[in-house]
């Protein structure tokens, strides 16, 4: 009694077939809402006296004590039989008897699958939410820790202004924000009971899918049978939204493991949350944030994996589906492996103050600043920025830094130059006077930061 | 005046490098979103004090004119000059003279471009939105005129349990409605305005961004400078939108190409929506719908191209950001072809209403409900399921039709059938016996059908 | 003793940080070919004098311990310990003392890793080889045991005209062929050396790399250490190879799964090789070849996955590396299994000879033939095509079949139309005509079999 | 008469139709391909017998006289008029008149398509192929002009090892060897001409595919008819190489911006292939590097997309197939023109030699020579590799260079130290000791140099 179905058969499965079909070596994991699933359907049967009230309290039951084998991690899978849903079968037959032929009544393994799925995805989102949260809250703490601490600012990996540290580490808890808010979107739409659409077409037996929905705390019932055996976009949006999340961690872990390269100098790692090399004994290694950065890699490939399998499927269900769930678990596991340990080793970390003072007191990164002095002196901006760039190279040329330059000098470029301008060669200055609403003004940051606070209590 | 930069150059750029990084052949399509940033940027300038209200003014009035004329299609772009916004600016220069220098007061290309796209983000999620509508209304309006067909529903491409086809159909509008719910849900991420971030860190000018977001229709200012420049999640959820929905639009395409090959016969389309072939006279092709079917993968190319562009980079800007844009239009324009192609095509359809009969006439169709029928008896399901299997396997042994079986020999796998077994060989009685909430049942579609003429309103 | 490093460390490692870096559960696989790799590394070590004869002897004879355990799928491999390196090196360890320290002399784990993997790429490309053979077996029998059979060959999935199975069986054999020679070429690139490479530029110590690569088999020696370590394009060319083999398959399930179809009929699985379903009692699923299809998105996902994990890495090892195997290891071993399962299937199908008359049976696909009839009188071609579209358009209108049109009709057409066009109306005479080099006529198809016949031997 | 096909439609193809599926906009960059093909196929029907020799000659003359026109960029693309062949074949009949209807005889868009597609892929192979030669002689050019400065060498971007930043660069040229191996192995598969196929099936007519093969220089004809319309492997392949080929640039990128940051300081391009900022007036970007990182999410995304498309079609052609030359053009132009850039950027710039020395004066980076030094004293080499850790964590604790350790402290953690020690703290010492085969020495590298001059003459 291994299998739900075979009477048509005359011949065995084969055994490459057996084990080429077979799922429960990953779909085990939906082995609790499995359970809680047919638990809440058999409850449904007897209530509706689509079976007795007795036979539908005796599975409950016999599903009640093998949930609670499950949650012991005393559940024994057979990996003879082919996926979660035969597995929990077989055991209820063996614990109740005969009745327990009672439970596959008006319900399709279509339609159980994807009620297992929505569950999972659903747990898994609010998961997921929470340990990004935690590396927020990490990012947001050593913000704190190093309020007072200038970098240089990049585009294109070139120094460009002076940012607060705490400035870019709060563009990161921006992104984790919106992986937040896309998560939730997704689980608006996870949140549909699709049990009761039986194999496609729904069932002619009286069942109550709106008593399914409230005992699974689902917010509402699929519309269309065929549709909700067919579907697989919320797969697709938790594999899209882990991708772009993903794209965020590697980003971030790039810029750490540059800070952590000796060129530049700005970050520390505690030992613990770094490894060595087998080779060479001076070796302190980003490991961790390199497979964060490659993680990214992973994700993308679980997104295509299931993007590829659905395309131009024909309506409704068909088994190249089955190759959902692998996708799924990994994008999900990796990404809570990821968060982890990217919060953790943020908290173990360093800033060298030292470095950061040496890398921002490059004048160049004034530049702009003193631009926008021209600015308010009424320089039109273009001739502005053209005058500083013909002083950035005149300084090129001579090797000097910009405050080497005398007073008589810059007003050959520019008579709008006077002496406050050497005030304005310090990066400090010029984080303070980016007063812009979303600017790196101190001022601007705090804000931030008090905003965050609160938003991630 | 070509460039926007330079002052600080001492060699002209090489030609290779100017062809190489050139933008203007596919970003001169946001020269619209750039002149309306610009006007409110100028305007703003004006207002804040930071120029002259007068030079505010004739830049404003500059740019007006510009817009007139890229609205008439009649703006000149120069490929010479790398990008839209030094197109722009050049023009504008040429118009008004040097006061032009002033417009790019406080604002970077990097904010400027983020603005640009976005806008343009906002106004093509409504018009995909409304062209979805467009074809759910097609497919409605489809399923109405068609509703008393019944078809074979499949899983496996196996005939599984008869449908109603309004039923198939109204599945394919519940996928629209997600999709454009996806949209929806990115639209509120697109509707945050980055201008006034400057390069990466605000600017020290006097900046107001909440009188900018106002002008241009923004619901928000975006709160981290570093974050504002360095994003485009807007763009790979779009991306990733057009990713599922053009998925679904695949699975469309492949049932109606289905259904269109003589050995299913159950579609016709127009000539008009059909090709022929150069070599076989007698043919008669959906190209359109192979297209349509092809055109995932170009919408998957183009998800992953901006996903692996974004992998890796550090803060904040970085030119290989350059290259969201080409994705993104192209996704957009071929997912606007395929929208508008396929709502006219079905719209043109016809359905071979016998040949709907004669495949929906296969009696294993309704093996279900004989199986249910039994469970109604009070048979257990998996032993109602057993007999009825062995039933259909005599039956394929004696190659003969179920209504072909005597009742005696019925009643030898179950003694609980009876008469009315032989009304339940009919597709029509199985499809209205489907009267679970979401199931195919005419009174259930008609509800759904009655659903979606209220939403699509 | 676990770690192949920790001098320099005051700290140990972080428990998160064990966890998420760990690749014993997947790097396990390489223990054979680690072993390998190190008994010839301490044979050359002890040949070369860099360490003592006798210290290598007994190194090379705890490995060959260690190789018999894991032959004999003894070797118990402790999870806790980081990686396969590390596992085989404490096992040393506890097998032979002190020495076993000696074993890492003049080698890192970045080259001794890339060896393990091109020794494991090496054996699978000859297996899977080996497999994609037997698949293309197993279609030429098929081919041969239906030699006979006429099917309508389709473009567009619309009748196009009619060929010889067997022909279109062997258009799949000839996609296998390249397949394989796709393989062999990446086989030439896997067979080159990295050992001796050390961390990354070659070591201080008097190795012989030709002895090694002699000793494991290897065609040559890398001949720049920074390449050879940051390496993995032979992985992604494996990976490259599967995807267009496993769209290869896709595309061979999805003409099986459509010949299954009732509405085609052409084809039946044995029930060994088909599943059922929980709910449908008659349903007789295609489901392996539902997987195999399914397959393509799995091995794309594995090639994606590799190619952004290498995107942007600086030379030369990065710990991103890592994630280097699970791609390859999923992606060989799905591809072993659906070859084997799509080997036995076809063997026991079995073509619906009755059927394949009836849908070869459409005059129109002789269509293309009588245009050709036309040319041979003289009429040019696009106007031979003309008419005949004339014709087909007019027994449409008529729904009469091209043999109940008379010859009266046929000349209003075209005068050069005689009696003798009857004839051609007939699926197998318009085979027999493809008499060009690589037609479907018998006689090419005939000598296409023997081709393979002799090739595959 | 603007098409191929008409005479059973009673309809005019929809406008909507004819936008969405005319491939003009691209496929006009077969013209030169399609017209060559064309030369030949009428030169084999005439000598054929297939049409009048004199109509041949006509036929060839009017495809010459546009040749000529294309050859020159005078030829007209009507956008009105489908395709490249629909376009050829409508100018032709303008030409010489009625005699063109002749020479689509015994051919379709099928196979006619497939043979441009493989002309244009020789062709670009040849292209690329020099192109990449190129590169490799600008990094052997720069390799040679730098022979003498040492680097550190980089795993995980940490310090690892001193190498020859000729080495490195022989890096590049190893992998882009073996982007030129595999374009030549795919070079092959493009090499067998499908012409002569016809839709599917082959011919009725009697044509000679083998004159075809040598009049358009193709080593082989296809030998199976629906294979040789239905096979886009060679595209998948080209696309395959170019995305581990910008996967291999991206690297290169990525080192070079690394170095150009000015904390690495490494490396100086030339003004003439940097870009400035609209902002900052002192920025000097790297925005070609940039690009070329930025371009393999491009060629990954093309590779996705055929794949993809591929993926389930039923056999044999498909429209869907169409969605092959956008990918294949964009992934080939793309590539051209990073090829390009990179080698005259390359050929621009300067190492800061000075910064060289500084950076690799990191005493650190000599560990695993002193560990290799105490080995080559009987020391087994985990205990060397442990007392160099600790003695490296001594030297952090103390915040000393390993230099400045007395040898009395050194001899505390192993005996086996002497005075020569600090001789081997020194990263040009350590370069010159790596003289194992495929070392950093500079007998190696300069042997390596040696090698490349002689194999990219």
């Not at 919320?234 to 971030?252: D, Q, W």
Request: glycine share 6%; with cysteine; hydrophobic share 40%.
């Amino acid at each position: 009694m291994t299998k739900l179905w075979g009477g048509r058969f005359k011949k065995k499965t084969h055994p490459l077939v057996e084990k080429f079909t077979s799922s429960i070596v990953y779909d085990y994991k939906l082995a609790k809402y499995d359970v809680l699933g047919s638990i809440a359907h058999a409850k449904m049967l007897g209530k509706c006296k689509i079976i007795l009230a007795k036979d539908s309290a005796k599975i409950v039951q016999g599903l009640k004590s093998i949930l609670g084998q499950i949650e012991k991690g005393k559940f024994a899978f057979d990996k003879g039989v082919e996926d979660i849903h035969s597995n929990i079968q077989n055991i209820l037959g063996k614990k109740i008897g005969k009745v327990a032929e009672k439970l596959h009544t008006a319900r399709s393994r279509n339609d159980q699958v994807a009620t297992d799925l929505r569950m999972y995805a659903k747990e898994e989102i609010k998961n997921q939410k929470s340990k990004i949260k935690n590396l927020q809250l990490a990012l947001v703490n050593f913000a704190k820790k190093n309020i007072e601490v200038v970098i240089p600012g990049f585009t294109h990996l070139q120094h460009a202004q002076p940012v607060s540290l705490a400035h870019h580490l709060l563009a990161y808890v921006e992104m984790l924000e919106r992986d937040k808010a896309r998560l939730s979107d997704t689980y608006k739409r996870c949140d549909v009971l699709p049990l009761g659409s039986g194999a496609l077409s729904g069932t002619s037996l009286p069942i109550d899918r709106n008593y399914l929905a409230k005992a699974l705390g689902f917010a509402a019932v699929s519309a269309n049978s065929i549709d909700a055996v067919s579907d697989r976009d919320f797969v697709l949006e938790i594999l899209a939204n882990v991708s772009i999340l993903s794209m965020h961690l590697s980003r971030m872990a790039e810029d750490l493991i540059l800070w952590m390269s000796p060129e530049f100098g700005l970050l520390e790692l505690d030992d613990a949350f770094c490894t060595g090399s087998s080779l060479m004994p001076q070796k302190k290694n980003p490991d961790v944030l390199e497979l964060v950065r490659a993680n990214a890699g992973a994700s993308y490939g679980n997104l295509i994996s299931l993007l590829v399998t659905m395309k131009g499927l024909p309506l409704s269900y068909n088994r190249d589906m089955q190759l959902d769930k692998l996708p799924l678990f990994s994008s999900l596991e990796d990404l809570n492996g990821c968060l982890e340990v990217l919060s953790a080793s943020i908290e173990s970390a360093q800033i060298n103050k030292n470095q950061a003072l040496i890398l921002s007191s490059d004048e160049l990164l004034c530049a702009t600043d003193l631009a926008e002095y021209l600015v308010k002196k009424g320089v039109a901006f273009k001739e502005a920025h053209n005058i500083m760039g013909k002083i950035v190279s005149y300084a090129l040329g001579k090797q000097k830094f910009l405050s080497e330059i005398p007073l008589g000098q810059w007003k050959k470029f520019s008579a709008c130059f006077e002496k406050d301008i050497y005030k304005l060669l310090d990066s400090e200055t010029c984080v303070s006077a980016k007063k812009s609403s979303g600017g790196t003004s101190p001022q601007q940051v705090k804000k931030q930061l008090q905003n965050w606070k609160k938003r991630l209590r």
